[in-house]
């Protein structure tokens, strides 16, 4: 008996290797899929081939610290020398209020060093017997310093030179060209005629080395106390006219474009410095990471993967860059333009070739859209002239941990508001810890419980809050209301020994401080002092301390009440 074998096609396959594959086996069926896939579609358009574009540009001369309708006049700025960020937020790293010791002293030692290898200039004996030795802190000084600034500063007192002394007499002397009269001081007079002018180009060139040390801003500044960000205007003049950006707010240590908007009035005094610039090139596709073949027969790298994005319904503007990632990304072509930073650059004219040899000339988006187009992606705001701000500002940097760190927040329970130093920089130019400086404090001032004594209950006026807590009090100003810096006495022993004043700069402790209400929101503010180190495009580096401001963490609560009944012990 014959038997029958049958083959059946299974079209379930969970191996999908093959399907991947995409074997070809026959050139028609090759070409069906490329029809499929609509490869043989043709538009009557070509593709970007060449594409010359003509640009006017006027450089950024002038810069005015702080509000646009303030008293501080504009002065020159040249993009070239110094970023705009360093420029706005250097501020002199020495007060005549606080003296910094630890630069004092190094700056002291490192002239001694230069003088004892060149074996000029007096002897070590001799510095500290004259004027310019460092010298211990008064006794009033002493009470405002921490224990281990105090330590510090009496190791070295007598035992080197006062180097920013000694460097504001040499200040003095040459604005007056009367350097050689330092001949007359102690210290020199036994200089040899020979040796003076190799000592004096010695405290020259160490002169310079301490100026150059740190990036000091001039006066005015254009930080505002009362807000507690910076305020500046820079303007360049234009074919047109002269232009003022303004960033009224700049305060999270980053500027950029975005930060500056173009300001009516009285301009800055900007210099005529537009030019004009005609260049041609090669439009090219734009790539990113991650791109979607525009072939079937091609295979992205897996760089990126589109179908992880996460969105709701709500997402608007990330549904929308996945749309234009998976099915617009190549309808778009980069045209490579390099513009000096610190420019306000204008497109006068943008003409593009096809593939068939037509020529286009571009209009600016606005003319396209409208003047209410919502594409505002690079546009200064109330800006007439079509114009594209580049400013001359910091990439990456290096920044130090806070000097300074101080916490605007709000207490309803005892319905005021306060500003907590939490980091203020030392005398021996160390942050330090106000929470743990406090805390040991109240342990040298505790007096041990006496021996066998019963507790009583005492009544207290008012509880005592830490001496780093300063008080806000609202006060009103014209219509507003202000936040006025206040004080809260200083108890010891026998009872009030003065007022809890603030130790750090952001308070500005010698002057009368008048924050705005909403600058102390519910959610509070951080206020830092930071050190930062950059290059700049010039290849030169520059160190500064600059401020910034960011939000809070919520309120908070110094533990203040009134009319208090507590047990004592002692």
């Known amino acids: 008996m014959a038997s029958r074998i049958r083959l059946d096609l299974s079209t379930h396959n969970p191996d999908l290797q093959d399907g991947l594959q995409a074997r070809i086996h026959d050139p028609l069926w090759m070409l069906g899929r490329q029809w499929q896939f609509g490869e043989f579609n043709g538009a009557d358009a070509g593709s970007p081939a060449a594409a010359q574009v003509i640009v006017d540009q006027a450089a950024v001369t002038r810069y005015q610290p702080g509000p646009r309708s303030g008293p501080h006049p504009a002065r020159p700025y040249a993009a070239d020398n110094l970023a705009l960020e360093t420029v706005v937020e250097a501020e002199p790293v020495t007060d005549d209020s606080r003296p910094n010791w630890r630069l004092a002293a190094e700056s002291g030692r490192h002239l001694l060093r230069l003088l004892e290898a060149a074996r000029l200039g007096p002897s070590r004996a001799q510095w500290l017997a004259s004027a310019y030795v460092l010298t211990a802190p008064t006794e009033e000084q002493a009470k405002q310093i921490d224990d281990a600034g105090l330590s510090f500063i009496r190791v070295l007192a007598g035992r080197t030179i006062d180097g920013l002394r000694f460097a504001a007499r040499v200040r003095a002397l040459q604005a007056g060209n009367s350097l050689n009269e330092l001949f007359r001081d102690p210290p020199f007079v036994q200089i040899a005629e020979v040796d003076r002018s190799k000592l004096l180009g010695i405290l020259t060139s160490w002169l310079t080395w301490l100026e150059s040390l740190f990036q000091q801003g001039a ?32 305060l999270d240590g980053r500027l950029d474009w975005f930060s500056f908007t173009t300001s009516t009035g009285n301009g800055l005094g900007a210099t005529d410095s ?11 596709p734009v790539s990113f990471r991650g791109m979607p073949s525009a072939r079937l027969w091609e295979f992205e790298d897996g760089s990126v993967n589109f179908a992880s994005v996460q969105a709701a319904p709500q997402d608007l503007a990330r549904l929308l860059l996945v749309k234009f990632a998976l099915e617009y990304s190549n309808d778009w072509f980069l045209l490579p333009l390099e513009l000096p930073v610190g420019t306000l650059s204008q497109v006068r ?8 040899g037509e020529r286009f000339l571009i209009p600016h988006a606005s003319e396209v859209d409208g003047p209410t187009s919502p594409w505002r992606m690079f546009s200064l705001t109330n800006d007439t002239q079509k114009l594209f701000f580049l400013p001359p500002v910091l990439g990456p940097l290096l920044e130090s941990q806070p000097v300074e760190d101080l916490s605007l927040l709000r207490d309803e329970m005892a319905n005021v508001a306060w500003a907590v130093e939490r980091i203020v920089e030392s005398a021996a130019g160390r942050p330090l810890d106000r929470h743990e400086a406090y805390q040991e404090t109240l342990a040298e001032q505790q007096p041990p419980p ?21 008080p806000l009090l609202p006060v009103k100003e014209g219509n507003a209301l202000r936040l006025k810096r206040g004080v809260l006495p200083a108890f010891g022993d026998g009872g009030i020994q003065g007022v809890q004043r603030p130790k750090g700069r952001l308070l500005e402790p010698n002057r009368e401080l008048l924050l705005f209400e909403e600058e102390v929101p519910r959610e509070g503010a951080r206020v830092t ?17 600059g401020r910034r401001k960011s939000p809070g963490r919520g309120e908070g609560s110094s533990g203040l009440q009134f009319d208090v009944v507590e047990k004592k012990e002692g």
């Open 219 to 250: 006066a005015p500044s254009a930080w505002i106390s009362e807000r507690m960000e910076y305020a500046l205007s820079v303007s360049g003049k234009t074919a047109a006219s002269e232009v003022v950006l303004t960033a009224p707010e700049y």
């Open 274 to 284: 537009h030019t004009s610039l005609t260049e041609a090139f090669l439009p090219a």
């Open 349 to 356: 004219a943008l003409v593009v070739t096809n593939t068939f």
């Open 450 to 470: 006496a021996a066998g004594s019963d507790s009583a209950l005492v009544y207290r006026l008012g509880t005592t809050v830490p001496d780093y807590w300063i």
């Open 529 to 545: 002092r930071t050190y930062q180190y950059a290059r700049w495009i010039d290849g030169s580096t520059h160190l500064w301390i």
